[in-house]
């Protein structure tokens, strides 16, 4: 079964910093691409950032591009969004979301978390 | 930059069909994903790559894409099926992600 659970919500200040992570299991991590989708309060969904399946390329929405930063760690299963520089538009559930691609990229997603709560504020 | 566009609200009685619509430049070119959201839980996949059910999903979904526009199919709605339903797709390029604006499936 497909799990993925995020951690590392939380409340924080306008140009302050949050790391968000997600940990996997249930399938092979290393061969799916992984995404973050975040969700602010009472609005739709807004797809954040992607990384392939060997790290080696990322994906960006022009909205973070330049203060996030995503990545993994493959030998822990664990996917990570550090968040620099964050505003109150940031303010969001943030989802981690596996790619249905064996293998490939294809900036879907077919499961996901239960999402970590972000809140940018003074 | 990109732009997917749903109708904000579709409402019809149980057993009825319902229709979802999502339009967007690049949909004849890049598949189109449908993801149903129920109150306070995380979104769930209902069709992919157009036209293709997940397994778990119930056979009354359907998705079909023409052009430059795509439809989820809910034939004979139930009450349960009342969600926020999202599509989503890619940029021509591949490189960006992006949902339409959501509608609001009212079954009563």
């Known amino acids: 079964e497909v799990q993925l659970l995020e951690s590392g919500g939380g409340l924080v200040q306008p140009g302050g910093s949050l790391r968000l992570s997600c940990a996997a299991s249930?399938?092979?991590?290393?061969?799916?691409?992984m995404s973050w989708v975040r969700q602010a309060p009472g609005k739709g969904l807004e797809w954040v950032s992607a990384?392939?399946?060997?790290?080696?390329?990322?994906y960006y929405a022009d909205s973070v591009k330049g203060r996030f930063t995503i990545s993994r760690d493959d030998s822990k299963n664990t996917l990570y969004l550090q968040m620099n520089s964050l505003r109150a538009e940031d303010t969001a559930v943030y989802y981690c979301a596996k790619d249905p691609l064996y293998g490939g990229n294809s900036l879907a997603f077919d499961y996901w978390g239960q999402g970590t709560l972000v809140t940018v504020s003074s | 930059s990109y732009e997917l566009t749903q109708p904000p609200s579709v409402s019809v009685s149980p057993g009825q069909t319902a229709r979802i619509t999502c339009s967007g430049d690049?949909?004849?070119?890049?598949?189109a994903y449908w993801y149903q959201q129920k109150s306070g839980q995380a979104p769930v996949l209902v069709i992919y790559e157009d036209s293709k059910r997940p397994s778990g999903i119930p056979e009354r979904f359907s998705g079909s894409s023409s052009g430059t526009m795509a439809t989820l199919t809910i034939s004979g709605a139930q009450v349960e099926d009342e969600a926020d339903y999202y599509c989503?797709?890619?940029?021509?390029?591949?490189?960006?992600?992006?949902f339409g604006g959501g509608t609001k499936l009212t079954v009563l």
């Open positions: 989503y797709s890619t940029d021509s390029s591949g490189n960006h992600g992006v």
């Open positions: 249930g399938f092979t991590f290393s061969s799916y691409a």
């Open positions: 690049a949909l004849p070119k890049k598949y």
């Open positions: 990384i392939s399946g060997s790290g080696g390329s990322t």
